[in-house]
């Protein structure tokens, strides 16, 4: 959270029924559908290594900037073995552009070991399995078997988080329970476009310091449309 943010609680957005979240969270995916009909995972990828070391990356760090670094990257990484030998100091500074760099190079380094000695170096495209790799949690998992593998899967980013708090779609605090939360709301055939597509608004629209509630497409279901910013019959800013 960011200094002066406003916090949406619970209380702030009564639902009358369950019945009625679910009707608004259809509404809200009709009108991202509409808005950002190719919404889709934006880090560059040709395999499934690949997009798992690019996601890694990703963390404070825009996806701009990640796919600035990866060609050269992989490159010179082709294989998990690749990485799983390299000097941790040299994956250390062949990443630092994407910031966290001591971090990050740990977790590539132990994660590619752990898939050579676990998963025949390959990438496991089950949750139970992902979950167990260094540096790869929930939420990596989910970007992975949604855009590789094509599992529905709720990915619970940062944008994700706030957007769906400020719609009411979403009222717990951690991660996981929201994705519980979203995933009882959504149909599945739903939950990666949703994700996707909120990641879009999040990053274009529904910033975190400063929404633009007046120029919003969901403004008129947004039950924090009128804390952000006024929203006159015409959805313009009063
Ligand atoms: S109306 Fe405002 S708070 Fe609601 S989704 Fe749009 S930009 Fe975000």
């Known amino acids: 959270m960011f200094k002066g943010e406003i916090v949406v609680k619970k209380a702030d957005f009564p639902v009358k029924s369950a019945a009625g979240l679910k009707k608004r969270a259809r509404r809200v995916v009709e009108i991202l559908r509409r808005t950002y009909p190719d919404a889709w995972c934006t880090l560059n990828f040709k395999t499934s290594l690949q997009l798992l070391i690019s996601t890694i990356l990703s963390a404070q760090c825009t996806d701009e900037r990640v796919n600035a670094l ?65 540096g790869v949690g929930r939420k990596t998992a989910n970007v992975l078997l949604a855009t590789v593998w094509h599992h529905p899967a709720v990915i619970v980013d940062t944008h994700v988080q706030r957007v769906s708090q400020r719609l009411g779609l979403a009222t717990e605090k951690n991660a996981d329970k929201i994705e519980l939360e979203l995933q009882a709301l959504l149909p599945k055939e739903d939950w990666t476009f949703y994700s996707h597509s909120i990641i879009f608004h999040g990053r274009r629209i529904c910033t975190a310091k400063k929404p633009d509630c007046p120029g919003c497409p969901l403004n008129r279901i947004c039950p924090s449309a009128s804390i952000f910013g006024t929203i006159s019959s015409k959805g313009r800013k009063k």
């Not at 294989?79 to 740990?106: C, H, M, T, Y």
């Open 70 to 134: 990866t060609p050269g990257l992989f490159a010179k990484y082709r294989s998990a073995a690749d990485w799983a030998k390299a000097p941790l100091s040299q994956v250390e500074e062949d990443i630092r552009p994407a910031g966290f760099f001591r971090n990050k190079a740990k977790n590539i380094v132990s994660c590619c070991q752990d898939m050579l000695a676990r998963f025949g170096g390959e990438v496991p495209d089950r949750m139970e399995d992902l979950v167990t790799l260094a």
